[in-house]
């Protein structure tokens, strides 16, 4: 597929996702999560290519967990990102070590806990009712793979929701349709520039493990596992919402 074949698909994709689930409404105030990352970069891109048109507004947020070496370069770039689109712009600094050991919570746990907790006092700050974050079709497979290794229930099968409502916050995905190599093509179609996180190829963690050598396993046997899954996730979704 040629690029501007593919980036017409993959913008179609998008778009059809957003009308879907309604993320976006007139008057919003949406507040993306900004890491510098492929995944968020072309979130914040998404977001103000459709928010002329739905008539809302973007602003990003960037959390400095306080764990790599990178983190003030992260946070810069950052900043010259929102900045480059025209967003405001909000650092928030957590202490990750400090609440693992507090709370006695993995890392992993404790950066994802202190990250939400960060962004729902910046949407407080900006008067943001939407959170919009950067997960993808790969994230979402990664984790319905990890609830089953971990031996779930049928409502771990669901993965990474699209939305999720927390007080009056709602949590919205407006990228997990499509997959990482997808983002990574909407970045060079569309001329962005992104940081790497070096985490990601330590295989350290189990979900590092999935993406880098469960997932390849299974596509080598069955090369379209990840829309399997993403499907069978929708269709129980939609069972339960309906029973």
């Not at 072309?42 to 507004?57: E, P, S």
């Not at 370069?73 to 909000?90: C, H, N, Y």
């Not at 507090?102 to 992993?108: A, F, H, P, V």
Request: aromatic content about 8%; overall charge positive.
């Amino acid at each position: 597929m040629n690029n501007l074949k593919f980036k017409a698909v993959t913008w179609q994709s998008l778009i059809r996702f957003e009308r879907a689930n309604a993320f976006f409404k007139p008057k919003d105030k949406v507040l993306a999560g900004l890491s510098g990352g492929a995944d968020s970069v072309v979130l914040l891109h998404f977001l103000k290519q459709i928010a002329a048109r739905k008539h809302f507004d973007v602003c990003a947020c960037h959390v400095n967990h306080g764990l790599r070496a990178q983190a003030a370069r992260d946070a810069a770039f950052s900043r010259r990102t929102a900045a480059k689109f025209g967003v405001p712009f909000v650092l928030k600094k957590v202490n990750v070590k400090n609440l693992a050991r507090k709370e006695k919570l993995s890392t992993e746990h404790a950066a994802r806990k202190a990250r939400y907790k960060a962004f729902g006092e910046a949407a407080e700050k900006l008067g943001c009712n939407k959170i919009a974050l950067g997960h993808h079709l790969d994230d979402h497979v990664e984790t319905i793979l990890l609830n089953i290794m971990r031996g779930t229930k049928a409502k771990g099968l669901l993965g990474i929701p699209p939305r999720r409502i927390t007080g009056r916050l709602q949590i919205v995905r407006p990228l997990l349709c499509i997959t990482k190599d997808e983002i990574l093509n909407y970045i060079k179609s569309h001329d962005l520039s992104f940081i790497e996180d070096e985490t990601n190829f330590e295989d350290i963690y189990t979900r590092n493990w999935v993406r880098q050598e469960l997932l390849p396993m299974l596509e080598s046997k069955q090369p379209k596992i990840r829309r399997h899954l993403s499907a069978m996730a929708a269709d129980l979704a939609e069972y339960i919402q309906n029973s």
